[in-house]
């Protein structure tokens, strides 16, 4: 898999040649590429935003240099093209695996008050959310769809079967985890899982996911 991150805070996708990510990078599972849309600006002191037609508080991304940058980027448009925004579609765990299947992925971080709609309808295939607040720019929301995303890919984790039981993998929210030292601060391990019975462990799982689903997220159970 490809991923091209266009963004004017290079820097802080940094972050991604850490843990899993970085990994995965190192072991050319995924290539992944951070453009710096300044680099891209016909203004001489590498302006990318202005004041808002209409009024309004902040400024506005520009849409020549995105636009110049993606078509650099992608020239043929082989990519599928999202944008980060609080506006798009919520991402999901389906969304996730469908991505996976993707050779090349374009991420375009916005920042400040948003990206002149121009070039959005242009150049992007979809805007995308990872939920209902707003963050001051695209670049965490892009780590987070590209950190999803790899654990997908093949041999970027470990255990295949590692993204099988996770949360929205199933219906319901995970089990309880535990590990070494069976006891700690005087609490135990539940004796369930100690028991070598795995078809009581797996009744017992099925039973905890049921009750943090229904604490944490009912509205899971009603959709299904």
Not at 119 to 143: C, F, R, T
Not at 178 to 198: A, C, W
Request: hydrophobic share 35%.
């Amino acid at each position: 898999m490809k991923i091209d991150v266009l963004t004017l805070f290079p820097e802080m996708l940094d972050a991604l040649n850490s843990s899993l990510t970085g990994k995965a990078r190192e072991k050319g599972l995924y290539e992944l590429n951070v453009h710096n849309i300044r680099d891209y600006t016909n203004d001489k002191h590498k302006k990318c935003d202005d004041t808002p037609f209409g009024g309004g508080a902040g400024m506005v991304m520009m849409p020549q240099p995105i636009h110049d940058c993606i078509v650099a980027v992608d020239p043929q448009h082989t990519a599928k093209r999202i944008y980060m925004s609080p506006r798009g579609k919520v991402l999901t765990q389906a969304m996730v695996k469908e991505f996976s299947g993707e050779q090349h992925l374009l991420v375009l971080c916005g920042h400040y008050e948003g990206v002149d709609q121009r070039v959005l309808d242009m150049d992007i295939d979809m805007e995308l959310s990872i939920g209902d607040y707003v963050l001051s720019g695209g670049e965490i929301p892009a780590m987070v769809l590209i950190d999803s995303v790899l654990r997908y890919v093949p041999e970027v984790l470990g255990n295949s079967e590692s993204t099988v039981d996770e949360s929205f993998s199933q219906p319901l929210l995970e089990y309880p985890q535990y590990t070494r030292p069976q006891e700690f601060m005087g609490m135990s391990v539940p004796e369930v899982l100690v028991s070598g019975n795995h078809a009581n462990i797996n009744k017992w799982r099925k039973e905890k996911s049921l009750e943090i689903t229904r604490k944490n997220r009912p509205d899971l159970l009603e959709e299904k």
